[in-house]
């Protein structure tokens, strides 16, 4: 486990130079989030997006506010928003928690969910810095009842992260990671067939390519890869009812058992792919899709949405032969590497991408003195119960 301060680095602004222009003045805004479906919002929030020095397609318009609207329908969230002049510069959903995990804990956090699998705001790139340090004296101001700021899903080796260790070390504020994980991450200057070869044993492609070959034996087989939305309606009802046929269908978590996550996943297919965000690649049989992928594109970068297969075909290995013609997404030239969003250890995916991304859970101290302090006994005593491999 991390040490009570996060890695830190003294920081000094840097006067302009002579004869610069003055950066434009920066400005906060904290709105109730319907505010923040205005369209003089949103065109700047997705300009904002594609600026940001890290993609991040769960706080992008398009999949925020569905979510916000499905997932929270009293209207309890926030957005927070850092302006210079016109642009919006930097946004975070905020929510105002009484519990910590399992403990009545009071706190602000970073808003996520399940369906979320990355929290690092939306920042563009240059003013990661001020966001910081603007949110973090916001927080000061606006604490209320609340002991700390928690963060999650945030990138480790990223510049966020980076800059976040640079603002607290310079203002000398109490910070811990308090949760880490790694997970599958693919990223390669290697064409596909290389990597293949170079991630998989031969005993094991030879597996492959015999499952391969007794499932053509049981009709046409065909791999099809959109990045339109023609057809997505149709293709998002598949994938429902393909993913609610399988385990997560038993297990109570397929997002067609709940309204407010078909709604969701619905609204964030249609969103990204108006946006050209949107990947589809569905293995089919007979024309029948027993395996599905749903990718986000936030160049430089790509996000492994949601994947789902056909139970019924389990022996033939329909996932892992979508997720090597899924390696194809090697040759696009604007995108560099792809999160899993799996959980770490997957059994499956962690066998083919070699490459990991670390994440992390981030509590940063607020407030006052004395609110200071209560946050440091906290996180000390949550850092010597991981330790002690104690539950949440």
Known sequence: MASMALPALAF???????????????SIRVLDWPCCGAPSIVSRWDILARRAAEPNPFLESWYLLPALRALDPDETLRIFLLEADDEIVGLMPLAEEKRYYRRPIPHLAGW?????????????????????????????????NALFLHLSELVLDGPVFKALT??????????????????????????????????LSGKKRKELRRQFNRLAEQGAVA???????????????????????????????ALALAEGTTGLFRSALAGAAAQGRLERLTLTLDGQPI?????????????????????????????????????????????????????????????????????????LAIGGALRRRAFGLIARAELRRKRKGAPK
């Open 12 to 26: 000094a602004p840097r006067a302009p130079a002579p004869g610069a222009s003055a950066a434009p003045a920066l």
């Open 112 to 144: 996520t969910h399940p369906n979320a699998f990355l929290g690092t705001p939306l920042i563009a790139e240059g003013h990661e810095q001020a966001f910081w340090r603007e949110l973090l004296a916001w927080a000061d101001r606006n604490a209320g």
């Open 166 to 199: 640079r603002v607290i070390g310079g203002e000398k504020r109490l910070g811990a990671i308090v949760h880490r994980e790694e997970r599958a991450l693919l990223r390669s200057a290697e064409t596909p067939e290389t990597f293949f070869a170079a991630s």
């Open 223 to 253: 791999f099809e890869r959109r990045h339109d939305d023609e057809g997505l309606a149709e293709w998002t009802d598949a994938f429902l009812d393909l993913e609610a046929a399988g385990w997560k269908g038993k297990a109570g978590s």
């Open 291 to 363: 395996a599905m992928l749903a990718t986000f594109l936030c160049a430089p970068g790509a996000f492994s949405f949601k994947t789902a297969f056909d139970e019924r075909y389990a022996r033939f290995s329909p996932g892992v032969l979508l997720q090597c013609e899924n390696l194809m997404i090697l040759d696009r030239a604007d995108i560099a590497w792809t999160d899993s969003c799996a959980a770490a250890d997957h059994p499956m995916i962690d066998h083919i991408w070699r490459e990991r991304r670390t994440v992390a859970r981030v509590s």
